[in-house]
C-alpha cells in the first residue's frame, strides 16, 4: 500500500517535471497566442499553490484569497505608472504590502474557523473590491490601470516581447514552487498538516495551532503578493475586477478541481481554467456556465479533485 502510494507520488513529480520541461522548450514553436495562456497559467498556478498551504495544508478555506493578489498587482502598477520605479522596487513593495496587510487581518480571521472564516475572508475581500471601485483617485476606479510599463532588467533583455516574457514569469514560478515545496515538507508544513489532520490532537501536544495558522495565512498571502506583482506586469492593466467575486472563486475553484494538498493539483486546476476560460470564451458568451459545470462534474465524480481521483483509482485498481 505504502510503495504504491510513493509510485504515484513519485510518477506525479516526474510528470510536473516533464511539464516545466515542456514550458522551456516548447514555446518557441507555439503560436503567440499559447505561449500568453501558458504564461497566464503560470502566474495563476503560483496563485492557486498559495491558497492551497491554507485550504490543502491547513484546512483554511480561505475566500477571499484573491485581495491580496489584487494588492500586489495595484503596488506594482501604481508605482511603475505614477513613479516610474524599477521592478525590485515595485516587487518588493508588492510583497511587502500584501505581508502588512495579511499580518494584520490575519489576527482577526485565525480567531473563526469553518464557514465563518469563509465568509470572513470573503467579506474581507469584497471590502477591496469596493475600495479598488470607489477609490478613483488611487485605483482608477472603474476604468483601473492601464499602460503599465515592462520592466527593464538591462542586458538587452526585451520583456515586451511575450515569449521573453513567458520564460520571465516562469523562473519566478519555478523559484516560488520550490520554496512553497520545501516550507510544506519541513517541520512547519507537517505541522500545519497535522492541524488539518487533528486541530484538537495538536493543541494537546503543546503547539501553538493559532501561531502555526496566523504564519501560514501569512505566507500564503504573501505568495499570492508575488503573482499579483507579475500579473500586474504581464497583463500591463489592473482593474477592479482583480478583486471581485469572480476572481475568488476562479481561484478557489483551481484549487478544488486540481486537487488540494498536493500543490500539483493547483497547476493543473489553474491552466485548465485559464485555457478554457480563454477558448471557450471565443465561442460562447456562457463560459463561466461551463466551468460551473466542470465543477459540478468534479465535485459529484471527483470530490477531492483530479488528483484526489488518481490515488482514488489507484486503490481501487490496485485493490487496496
Known amino acids: 500500500m505504502i510503495s504504491k502510494q510513493l509510485i504515484l507520488q513519485n ?37 492557486a499553490m498559495s ?15 484573491a485581495a491580496y493578489f489584487a494588492i500586489g498587482a495595484y503596488t506594482a502598477a501604481i508605482l511603475a505608472t505614477r513613479h516610474a520605479a524599477g521592478f525590485g522596487f515595485c516587487l518588493f ?19 473563526l474557523s469553518g464557514v465563518y472564516f469563509l465568509m470572513c475572508t470573503l467579506s474581507i475581500a469584497m471590502c477591496f473590491w469596493g475600495l479598488a471601485f470607489k477609490w478613483t483617485q488611487m485605483t482608477g476606479g472603474e476604468n483601473g490601470i492601464s499602460r503599465i510599463p515592462r520592466p527593464n532588467i538591462g542586458f ?18 519555478v523559484l516560488c514552487a520550490v520554496l512553497i515545496v520545501l516550507l510544506v515538507r519541513s517541520p512547519f508544513g507537517r505541522t500545519l498538516v497535522g492541524i488539518r489532520d487533528g ?17 501560514a495565512y501569512i505566507i500564503g498571502s504573501t505568495f499570492a503578493g508575488v503573482a499579483g506583482v507579475l500579473w500586474a506586469f504581464f497583463n500591463r492593466y489592473v482593474g477592479y475586477t482583480d478583486v471581485s467575486l469572480y476572481r475568488c472563486m476562479e481561484v478557489f475553484l ?18 485548465l481554467i485559464v485555457f478554457m476560460r480563454n477558448l471557450v470564451s471565443a465561442y460562447t458568451n456562457r463560459w463561466l456556465l461551463v466551468i460551473a459545470i466542470v465543477y459540478i462534474l468534479t465535485a459529484r465524480f471527483a470530490p477531492m479533485g483530479f488528483i484526489g481521483y488518481l490515488k482514488r483509482f489507484q486503490k481501487v ?3 487496496i
Open 11 to 47: 510518477w506525479l513529480w516526474v510528470i510536473l517535471g516533464a511539464a516545466v520541461l515542456l514550458l522551456v522548450v516548447l514555446p518557441p514553436v507555439l503560436p503567440i497566442f499559447i505561449v500568453i495562456l501558458l504564461t497566464q497559467g503560470l502566474i495563476f498556478g503560483l496563485v
Open 51 to 65: 491558497l492551497d498551504i491554507l485550504i490543502g495544508y491547513t484546512k483554511l478555506a480561505a475566500l477571499g484569497h
Open 93 to 111: 513593495s508588492g510583497i511587502g504590502l500584501s505581508l502588512m496587510t495579511a499580518a494584520i487581518i490575519g489576527l482577526f480571521v485565525i480567531r
Open 156 to 173: 538587452s533583455v526585451d520583456l515586451y516581447n511575450n515569449l521573453t516574457f513567458h520564460y520571465f514569469v516562469l523562473i519566478f514560478f
Open 199 to 215: 486541530e484538537s490532537r495538536m493543541r494537546v501536544l503543546g503547539y501553538n495551532v493559532w501561531l502555526h495558522k496566523y504564519l
Open 254 to 271: 483551481m484549487v478544488s478541481i486540481g486537487g488540494q494538498g498536493t500543490l500539483i493539483g493547483p497547476n493543473i486546476g489553474a491552466f
Open 317 to 319: 485498481r490496485g485493490g
